[in-house]
């Protein structure tokens, strides 16, 4: 298996996006691994490349079950601003993992897949089992969401 | 109808278009990419992939999880080594056949190397040697050389003729019969080693109907019987024993194959 299909360090970023949650996604991480490494001994590790996130993205899946899931509301959209870049900066890591762990599903697996950086979008499509037009729909309302979000905190902190 | 649904898709494109350029799947992609680069929208939405792929690689590893990376091994298929490839239950499988068939088709060719006209009647006799007993045999107390006449007058068969290596052996019993191509076989049976002696017509050319002669002594085996075959006069006489090539081999004369 190459490096990049067994990419440690972004897999638990992965599971960390989906959970929100340094403990939870720890818990699935080690979980995972330690599956992995039983099917390897055993010598029945799957041949699919990327079947590690596949696993810990359901492990996520079932996880976040039993969460408290967020009501269905219209959440607000704005256009991607030239500032944005700036806003996001200002945030820290745990802030936005909580923000894409909160998003329903299939929305949150294909905003963690995308912005770690390390699939192109044909491996998103196999590892998260989409449609093209879901995959351009989450991503781009999930951009829409964000900026919503960032302005609502940014009009937020200047009030204060 | 068709444009509308390109643009759509062109627009799917954009929307999942990789951060890095390394991931710049396929053309249709870079197509898309390179179509829109420079857009103010488009490098809006890049600036903005950018700086959220940037705060996530900040995501701290708790050190109980980095602990995995120091052991990637322990989750990597364990490589593919000649020796598991050979132990492979389906390459052992097809390995297996192909032996057996290797093996077959070797047999196969060797046994035709060593045929020649009449080989195939030679093997049926082999086996009606093989069951016979001599009680079902005309006793005949005489030498096997003057069986010839016996055969003539009797049944109507000529040249069915012991050849001098085998004439003066002295046989206990003897018979003529039908094999199953309504050929006429003469069955000698001798005291010498209880071997027993074929005489056969030889085969013949189906479209002239020539004999298909051959020299000397040609052997045939047949599950532990030997028989040893020659041609004469269109006669095919064969000398037949339980055993090997060997025993036999004391009793011919002239060229054997």
Redesign the interface.
């Known amino acids: 298996m190459s490096d990049r299909k067994q990419n440690l360090p972004q897999l638990y970023r992965f599971c960390f996006l989906m959970l929100g949650d340094s403990r939870k996604a720890q818990e699935v991480f080690n979980t995972t691994l330690r599956e992995a490494a039983v099917r390897a001994a055993q010598g029945e590790l799957p041949r699919e490349p990327f079947w590690l996130f596949r696993e810990a993205r359901w492990r996520c899946l079932e996880a976040s079950k039993t969460d408290l899931q967020p009501e269905s509301l219209e959440i607000e959209e704005h256009d991607i601003a030239p500032q944005a870049a700036s806003q996001i900066k200002q945030l820290d890591p745990t802030q936005l993992a909580i923000w894409i762990s909160a998003a329903p599903d299939p929305q949150r697996s294909a905003l963690a897949l995308f912005y770690l950086d390390e699939f192109n979008y044909l491996e998103i499509l196999d590892i998260a089992e989409l449609k093209l037009s879901t995959l351009s729909r989450c991503l781009s309302q999930g951009r829409r969401q964000l900026q919503a979000w960032l302005d609502a905190k940014h009009l937020g902190a200047a009030e204060v | 109808m068709r444009t509308l649904r390109l643009l759509r898709?062109r627009?799917?494109?954009l929307?999942?278009a990789?951060?890095?350029h390394d991931?710049?799947?396929?053309r249709s992609?870079r197509a898309a990419v390179s179509r829109e680069d420079g857009s103010d929208?488009f490098v809006?939405?890049q600036?903005?992939?950018?700086?959220?792929?940037?705060?996530?690689?900040?995501?701290?590893?708790?050190a109980?999880?980095?602990e995995?990376?120091l052991d990637?091994g322990?989750?990597?298929?364990?490589k593919w080594t000649w020796r598991r490839i050979l132990l492979n239950p389906a390459v052992l499988a097809i390995s297996i056949a192909l032996l057996v068939i290797a093996g077959v088709f070797t047999f196969q060719v060797l046994g035709r190397l060593n045929d020649f006209p009449g080989s195939a009647t030679a093997r049926k006799l082999l086996t009606v040697a093989g069951s016979t007993r001599s009680v079902t045999l005309d006793p005949v107390s005489a030498e096997a050389g003057t069986l010839s006449d016996l055969f003539f007058m009797k049944h109507g068969l000529e040249h069915y003729d012991v050849p001098d290596e085998f004439a003066d052996f002295r046989t206990i019993g003897c018979r003529v019969f039908d094999d199953d191509e309504s050929q006429r076989i003469a069955q000698i049976w001798v005291a010498e080693k209880r071997m027993q002696f074929f005489l056969f017509p030889a085969e013949r050319d189906t479209k002239t109907g020539a004999v298909l002669a051959f020299p000397g002594w040609r052997y045939v085996h047949q599950e532990g019987w030997i028989g040893a075959v020659t041609e004469h006069n269109g006669v095919c006489f064969m000398a037949v024993l339980q055993g090997r090539e060997k025993d036999l081999e004391p009793y011919l004369s002239g060229p054997k194959q």
Do not use: T, Y
């Not at chain 2, 991931?23 to 396929?26: E, F």
């Not at chain 2, 322990?74 to 364990?78: D, H």
């Open positions: 898709r627009r799917a494109l929307n999942c990789p951060i890095s991931h710049l799947a396929d992609m929208g809006n939405q600036n903005f992939d950018r700086a959220v792929a940037e705060l996530i690689r900040l995501v701290p590893i708790p109980e999880s980095a995995w990376f990637k322990a989750i990597r298929g364990p």
